[in-house]
């Protein structure tokens, strides 16, 4: 029995008071291996050995939208067993840095959306908790700042 382990990195990207969401293209739902039916996404991806998470997030953030982020804080850890696979994902909450959103194939479209946008749609349950704790992380920082 082959095992793997395999660590994902994810940015909720808040531009002013906006953050990005991306819906997944058929072509890659199609080629996920542990979950084949989620179409909406944060951007992001899976780290090569030897690279740090930042590296690989504005790396992969780069890829799939264009975009140039700062990062400033983890804020959730998704730890999952399936198929003898151990996968890990961390999200960070993001800043937008610069650049316009060019989306590579793996998806077909993306929405910039307001705090009261993404409590009344119908993202799944997991992706709304990380937006709204990136939000408030961001949130906070601002003031303390000021």
């Known amino acids: 029995m082959k095992r793997d382990f395999a660590v994902a990195v994810k940015a909720v990207i808040i ?3 906006k953050v990005l969401v991306l819906s997944r293209s058929q072509k890659e739902m199609e ?3 542990m979950n084949s039916r989620l179409k909406w996404d944060l951007p992001g991806g899976g780290l090569h050995f030897f690279e740090r998470a930042e590296e690989g997030l504005q790396r992969e ?3 799939e939208t264009n975009l140039h982020i700062s990062m400033e ?3 959730a850890l998704f730890d999952l067993i399936k198929h003898h696979v151990h996968l890990c994902i961390f999200t960070y909450a993001c800043r937008w840095k610069a650049g316009q959103v060019h989306l590579s194939p793996e998806h077909e479209a993306f929405y910039w959306l307001t705090e009261q946008e993404v409590r009344e749609s119908q993202l799944p349950h997991w992706m709304k908790r ?3 704790r990136g939000f408030r992380v961001l949130a906070q920082k601002m003031t303390e700042n000021e």
């Open 31 to 33: 080629a996920s291996y």
């Open 61 to 63: 953030v780069l890829e």
């Open 73 to 75: 804080q983890p804020i």
């Open 15 to 17: 531009k002013e008071d």
């Open 130 to 132: 990380d937006i709204l």
